[in-house]
Structure formats: structure tokens, C-alpha cells
Nanobody
């Protein structure tokens, strides 16, 4: 059974940093694209970042230059380093996987976990 577990969220002041982790099990993800998405209260889930199997990345414009996505295939884990956090970054952050090429569309991803809550205070 494929399972993705996100961790590392918390409450931080604006300008702070957090590092999220997504640990995967039940499947070897080295050939998959991995994506990070977030959902704020009352809003739809939105794309944050994705990393392909070779390490190439795409970021949402709102996080470009502040967030960095990386992966450790040996550990079947994906990371999201978030710096210079803003109150607008508040939300529940999810990771998911996608066979083949990376994508910014959440409906192409599978294996959604429970997410990890990030709250940025102003």
C-alpha cells in the first residue's frame, strides 16, 4: 500500500523558515515526479512545487526564490525548504506522486497524505 507522510509543519513568525519532509513507502519513487501542494482555509488546493525524477523543478510564482524542493531517492523522501515565510503561505501542505513527467496539476497526482499544517504569523 502506497503511503506518503508529511511532517515538519508548525507555527513560525513571518520571515521564518521551515523544512517539510515527505516520507514515502509502498513504492519506489525514484522514477516518479513528486509534488507539493497547499490548501488554505476556504480556498482550493494550489500547486507549490514539483521535482522530477532527475531533479528538475518547477515552482509556483508565489514561492519562487523562497522555497526549494529536493529529493533523496535512497531514503524515498522529498523535502520542501521554505524560507522568508509570509502569512499568505499559511495552509496545510501535502505531497503526492505522479508517474512520468512532472506537472503542476493536482489531479494528475496520487497518494495524497494527511498533510502538515504551516501557520505563519504576521
Amino acid at each position: 500500500q502506497v503511503q506518503l507522510v508529511e511532517s515538519g509543519g508548525g507555527l513560525v513568525p513571518a520571515g521564518g523558515s521551515l523544512r517539510l519532509s515527505c516520507a514515502a513507502s509502498g513504492r519506489t519513487f525514484s522514477n516518479d515526479a513528486m509534488g507539493w501542494f497547499r490548501q488554505a482555509p476556504g480556498k482550493t488546493r494550489e500547486f507549490v512545487a514539483t521535482i522530477g525524477w532527475s531533479g528538475d523543478t518547477i515552482y509556483a510564482a508565489s514561492v519562487e526564490g523562497r522555497f526549494t524542493v529536493s529529493r533523496d531517492n535512497a531514503k524515498n523522501t522529498v523535502y520542501l525548504q521554505m524560507n522568508s515565510l509570509k502569512p499568505d503561505d499559511t495552509g496545510n501542505y501535502y505531497c503526492a506522486y505522479k508517474s512520468g513527467a512532472k506537472s503542476v496539476w493536482s489531479n494528475e497526482y496520487r497518494g495524497w497524505g494527511q498533510g502538515t499544517q504551516v501557520t505563519v504569523s504576521s
